[in-house]
């Protein structure tokens, strides 16, 4: 397949770009800044310059592929664009010919009503105060995705940590994840390059967790 990354920079970006070299696939590492682009261990994907955040900057480095994951990131917990930008980006860019199966990261943490009454209180007191303006723009980014006409998948990801990949992660299509905990990214990284492409996860959301 012919895989574009998206946020290939960052922590998760460069795995899933790794992961994908090893299993064979022509990969388009696409970063803000190339130059920030690490050695990978299996191979030497093509790259490009791209910007989320500039209309159209897309267009070209998806041209033509198979399946585009998007590893965006921030750095802080200030209010922010990257997600939501990005999905449209995205969107605009698979309907002018782009990748047609567009996997983008987003939060467990979106949904809260499922967890036990002391967990549900502690985190909206604590974790929605922290993160509420990324996870308001990672919601934001969903929307955009479930309105369009574009194959997506949301991967949802509890608390990310670095480490190996879960031999048997816990995975749930289309509802929350019970007592989610953590998840490394290398098994979030795993996962989505093992199922670029697979019809089950079409305009699904994707919860995960390691075991």
């Not at 992961?19 to 490009?48: D, I, K, M, Q």
């Not at 190996?164 to 390059?193: E, F, K």
Request: proline share 5%; aromatic share 4%; net charge positive.
């Amino acid at each position: 397949m012919k895989i574009a990354v998206v946020g290939a920079a960052g922590r998760t970006g460069r795995l899933v770009v790794d992961l994908a070299l090893a299993a064979g696939h022509t990969v388009t590492a696409v970063a803000r800044t190339p130059a920030r682009l690490p050695e990978f261990a299996h191979g030497t994907p093509l790259t490009a310059q791209a910007d989320v955040h500039q209309p159209g900057s897309l267009h070209e480095p998806l041209a033509g592929q198979d399946a585009v994951v998007s590893a965006l990131g921030t750095s802080g917990r200030a209010a922010t664009t990257v997600f939501s930008d990005g999905a449209r980006e995205l969107v605009a860019a698979a309907r002018a010919g782009g990748a047609r199966h567009v996997v983008v990261m987003s939060s467990a943490g979106l949904e809260t009503d499922h967890l036990p009454f002391a967990q549900r209180v502690v985190t909206r007191l604590v974790v929605d105060r922290l993160y509420r303006e990324v996870h308001r723009d990672l919601a934001r980014m969903e929307e955009v995705l479930t309105g369009s006409d574009t194959v997506w998948t949301v991967v949802r990801a509890p608390m990310l940590k670095d480490g190996p990949a879960a031999a048997s992660p816990r995975v749930s299509y289309g509802l929350p994840l019970a007592r989610a905990g953590t998840a490394s990214r290398a098994t979030i990284a795993a996962w989505i390059v093992d199922h670029l492409g697979a019809p089950e996860t079409f305009r699904r959301r994707v919860t995960i967790a390691d075991g």
